[in-house]
Nanobody
Framework: QVQVVESGGGLVQAGGSLRLSCVAS????????MAWYRQAPEKQRELVAK???????NYADFVKGRFTISKDNAKNTVSLEMNSLKPEDTAVYYC??????????????WGQGTQVTVSS
């Protein structure tokens, strides 16, 4: 079993910054991929940024140039540095971790989310 916990959310004024962190723990053989998603009320969950299994990064167009994803493989953590925040960034941000087994099956785990609120 794997546990995924996010932290770092809060209330910030437009133009401000926040840093979100995610820690995966438990029965981890290896992490296949890690990503940040967000979901605003009455809207679909959307990808914000991710690390692929090859270590490359993908960003949603709406955060390019503002957000930066980083990771610490040794600690099974992934962070999201958010700058120049806009009110439309307000959402619950979720960390998603894909864990690989020795037989190369993957299992997906989600954190419970951390609220980010950006005021105008």
């Amino acid at each position: 079993q794997v546990q995924v916990v996010e932290s770092g959310g809060g209330l910030v004024q437009a133009g401000g910054s926040l840093r979100l962190s995610c820690v995966a723990s438990g029965d981890i053989f290896s992490i296949y991929a890690m990503a940040w998603y967000r979901q605003a009320p009455e809207k679909q969950r959307e990808l914000v940024a991710k690390f692929t299994s090859g270590g490359s990064t993908n960003y949603a167009d709406f955060v390019k140039g503002r957000f930066t994803i980083s990771k610490d493989n040794a600690k099974n953590t992934v962070s999201l540095e958010m700058n120049s925040l806009k009110p439309e960034d307000t959402a619950v941000y979720y960390c998603q971790v894909d864990v690989s087994t020795p037989l190369l099956h993957t299992f997906r785990y989600w954190g419970q989310g951390t609220q980010v609120t950006v005021s105008s």
